[in-house]
Structure formats: C-alpha cells, structure tokens
C-alpha cells in the first residue's frame, strides 16, 4: 500500500467513524430533533436505538485490527443505512440540507473501503489486489 493510498484510507476512515459514532450517541440519547426526524420520515423512535447501536458497534468493527469479516459487514451496515437515509429523504421530498450528511457519510464509507489496507481486507486465494 503506498503512502498516499494509507493517508486517504486514515483520513476518510477517522472521519467516517466521527460521524458515526456522533450520529449513533444522538441516536441513543434520543434527541428530539432525532425523534422528530424519524417521525416526519415515517420511522418508529425505537429504531434510533437500532441504528445507533449498530453504528456504534460498526465503527468498533472497522477500527480494530484483524477480523476482516466483520469488518465487511460493517461497510456494508453503513452503506445500507446511508443509502436508506438518503432514499428516505428523497421518498418524503425533503431538501438538499438533509442529503448531505447522509451522503457525505455514504462517501466516505466507499472510500474507506476502497483504500483500506490488505491487513483488514478478505483476501481469496484467487483473488488478489
């Protein structure tokens, strides 16, 4: 891996698990503009807990050594939960300011997994980057 790619690979992945873990704690506290957010999106308030406790636990994941299954699965909880942010907000017609962090975060999922170092990717034996 060279230099650049392990800088872009830091850089996108801190700033990743920042939002997510940011998101995830108003998420299990609960917040109110987070409860009402999830209302106008047609959400049940509990699903906050959810999200937040996933995203928590995501975050765990992608930043620990080893263990590349997991951190899959977690990439692709992001990626899921970004992309039904983005498509909820869509489906409801709200406006550009509540696509951003969604989307921003769902970027920054793609890139972290993009550049993450061959130490915490599933490698086949047939297949190699």
């Known amino acids: 891996m060279t230099k650049r790619n392990r ?15 940011s998101t995830g704690v108003v998420q299990l506290l609960q917040m109110k ?9 047609g959400y049940p308030a509990y699903f906050l807990i959810i999200i937040g406790v996933w995203k928590i636990l995501g975050v765990i994941a992608v930043l620990i050594p080893k263990f590349p299954l997991v951190k899959e699965w977690a990439y692709a909880g992001f990626f899921f ?12 017609g709200d406006g550009g300011k509540e696509f951003f962090g969604p989307i921003l975060l769902l970027v920054l999922t793609v890139v972290s997994w993009y550049f993450r170092p061959l130490d915490r990717q599933m490698i086949s034996a047939n297949f190699k980057k």
Not at 11 to 19: E, P, S, Y
Not at 33 to 41: I, P, Q, R, S, Y
Not at 81 to 92: C, D, N, Q, T
């Open 7 to 21: 800088i872009i690979y830091w850089i996108a992945t801190v700033w990743l698990a920042l939002g997510m873990v």
């Open 33 to 41: 503009d987070e409860v009402t957010m999830m209302a106008h999106l």
């Open 81 to 92: 939960a970004m992309s039904g942010a983005v498509f909820s907000h869509l489906a409801i």
